[in-house]
């Protein structure tokens, strides 16, 4: 498989000198194309500031992070936009819709950045709602959705700019276990049958069996890494149980 | 891009009403304390603003007109060999005159005299009467604003007494205000010189008009020249002698500008915070848009968007609030005058006010914490 992301070495120090404080100590990482791979820590091991790199929103300290081959880390603040924008696709816990504007809307933004706009933006965002299951919802606003609704806007939204990389923090925190289901079965399908690399922060164990490799983190250090856990016959996702 | 900035705008009509609402009021405050300041200046420099005259010829030292010192007319004639002279007229102005109301009481007046042949000096905005009824001895033309409570004046034909004199009011003008709160008093040059006991031969001031095309900067320069014991102005130089020593020279003054100056002051605080909150009321959607790709640009031009709409609505908002006050004003002793110069520089301080604010809040979103994206 292609290796989507490379982290080599990568450390993340806040402050300096005594008072300070090493987020990510030496990561080695590799996320390839077409795996569904869940990063699982305590609150504070790392895991969001391991994404926030990852993602080019945040500097490393130190070591490297490719995506797709290329260096990230040292590109200025004026250079990660553009990596962002072409590789990576945001689903946030909160959702982190725009309330004012509709389904389609907010799909149309994402298209807005990559420079599609009028009929065009509203064809495409249509089709993107229509593939997560929303093509009822196009003029529907944020407040007027349920949860996995939002989050399905959210997806349809990271998709726009056809990311290679799908960053997922915390997908189905929110959600109600049938919500979950569906989210979690559309990163799924994204990773397998679209090739892109999806990465899911979690502390939801109830969606473990979606992944192809978990990784822990704990004390800004790699613990240990685990391969697909095998499908139980156990309800593990609420009243519904595990797909099957 | 524009979309956004104007769906975030318009999408919670609370916070856009306590949004508007802030910068309405600064643009009012800051408009009226303005207006104020405006209308004082408009009190303090109307008589020799409005007098039609290009020059005047003032006792030496003169930092006001109402402190006009009587010289003898013999200047008039000097002053009319000027070839670039087409008219020169004598000309009082003066505080030195009291008026008794019917019901016997007193009341200063800024008592102006004028040569009814000239067209210098004489009232302007008249309603009742002409200048031609001031050629009846002893005629004098008062100001509706100040005609009923400063002296006991309702109509025409009423008489007064003016240093002991008889005076009869044959006509109004409207809006002829006095810093001092003397009310002006518009009478011929020779009715002036009578309430004032001077002699014929005796003026305050001689006003005078160009002739078409000459040079008055020159004219003024050679007049100055010529003359002995007094000086020669244009009459902008003097409004500017006389704005300067009832704004500078007095306490009044002073405190009219510091309440104009904390007006603005205030004004660009309410507009700045008003804004500031507005746009960080929307920061994690700005910091949503630069995780997902947009440039710092972007996000400046959404949120200037946003700025500058909301300093348009609320600009035609206030303003138009102001021009209703200043028109009220209008009707009192005290003018609040908006004019078109003081609305383009609000307008322009307005837009500038709620551009600077909201780029001092996009700060907060360019320089975004991570953290704050992926936290629910």
């Avoid at chain 1, 609150?43 to 391991?50: A, C, D, E, R, V």
């Avoid at chain 1, 500097?59 to 990576?88: D, F, H, W």
């Avoid at chain 1, 399905?152 to 998709?159: M, S, Y």
């Avoid at chain 1, 939801?204 to 697909?228: F, K, S």
């Amino acid at each position: 498989m292609k290796p989507a992301i490379e982290v080599k070495g990568l450390s993340k120090t806040y402050g300096s000198g005594e008072t300070a404080v090493y987020a990510l100590r030496e990561i080695d990482l590799t996320v390839n194309a077409g795996e569904l791979m869940l990063l699982m820590g305590a609150s504070g091991s790392g895991k969001t500031t391991l994404v926030s790199i990852m993602g080019c929103i945040l500097s490393a300290s130190s070591g490297s992070c490719k995506i797709y081959g290329k260096e990230t880390v040292g590109l200025s603040q004026r250079e990660l936009p553009a990596v962002r924008l072409e590789n990576i696709g945001f689903i946030f816990q909160a959702f982190n819709l725009f309330p004012a504007l509709t389904a389609r809307e907010n799909v149309e933004i994402a298209l807005d950045l990559k420079g599609v706009r009028g009929s065009m933006a509203k064809r495409r965002a249509a089709e993107l709602l229509e593939r997560v299951g929303l093509g009822s919802k196009l003029g529907s606003y944020p407040a007027d959705l349920s949860g996995g609704q939002k989050q399905r806007v959210a997806i349809a939204r990271a998709l726009a700019g056809e990311p290679r990389i799908i960053l997922a923090d915390e997908p189905t925190a929110a959600l109600d276990s049938e919500s979950g289901v569906v989210v979690m079965d559309l990163l799924q399908e994204l990773a397998h049958e679209k090739d892109r690399a999806v990465i899911a922060v979690t502390h939801d164990n109830r969606i473990l069996h979606y992944a192809d490799r978990t990784v822990h983190i704990e004390d800004g250090r790699i613990g240990r890494e685990e391969a697909a856990m095998p499908v139980l016959p156990v309800p593990t996702f609420g009243s519904i149980g595990v797909r099957q | 891009m524009a979309s956004i900035a104007i769906k975030n705008l318009f999408h919670e009509k609370v916070r856009l009403a306590v949004t508007l609402t802030g910068i309405v009021f600064s643009i009012i405050l800051t408009a009226v304390q303005l207006g104020i300041f405006l209308g004082f200046i408009e009190a303090s420099t109307g008589i020799v603003g409005q007098s039609k005259a290009d020059l005047w010829v003032v006792s030496r030292g003169v930092t006001h007109v109402e402190q006009g010192v009587e010289f003898n007319e013999g200047k008039l004639y000097k002053v009319l060999a000027d070839p670039d002279v087409a008219a020169a007229k004598n000309h009082i102005v003066s505080l030195g005159a009291q008026a008794k109301k019917p019901d016997g009481s007193d009341e200063g007046v800024t008592l102006v005299g004028f040569d009814l042949d000239g067209g210098m000096g004489g009232p302007w905005n008249i309603t009742q009467g002409s200048v031609a009824d001031l050629e009846i001895p002893d005629a004098v033309m008062v100001d509706e604003l100040y005609a009923e409570n400063k002296l006991g004046v309702t109509k025409v034909g009423q008489v007064i007494e003016i240093n002991k004199r008889r005076a009869r009011v044959v006509g109004f003008t409207r809006g002829v205000r006095i810093f001092t709160s003397q009310p002006a008093v518009f009478t011929s040059f020779k009715n002036a010189q009578s309430f004032l006991g001077l002699n014929e031969d005796q003026s305050f001031f001689l006003v005078m008009r160009a002739r078409e095309g000459a040079d008055i900067e020159a004219l003024r320069s050679r007049l100055a020249g010529e003359l002995k014991d007094v000086e020669v102005l244009t009459t902008g130089q003097l409004v500017y002698r006389q704005g300067m020593y009832w704004v500078f020279g007095t306490g009044a003054g002073i405190t009219v500008i510091v309440a104009a100056v904390l007006a603005i002051i205030v004004g660009v605080v309410i507009v700045a915070q008003t804004i500031y909150a507005a746009t960080v009321d929307h920061i994690r959607e700005y910091g949503t848009l630069k995780a997902m790709g947009a440039t710092n640009g972007y996000l400046y031009r959404i949120i200037l968007t946003q700025a500058v709409l909301s300093g348009l609505i609320a600009y035609v908002v206030g303003i138009a609030a102001s021009l209703v006050i200043s028109r009220v004003s209008l009707e009192g002793t005290l003018a609040i005058i908006v004019n078109w110069q003081l609305a383009a520089a609000l307008f322009v301080l307005t837009i500038l006010m709620c551009c600077t604010a909201s780029i001092v809040a996009i700060r907060k979103a360019t320089s975004i914490d991570p953290a704050m994206v992926f936290r629910g």
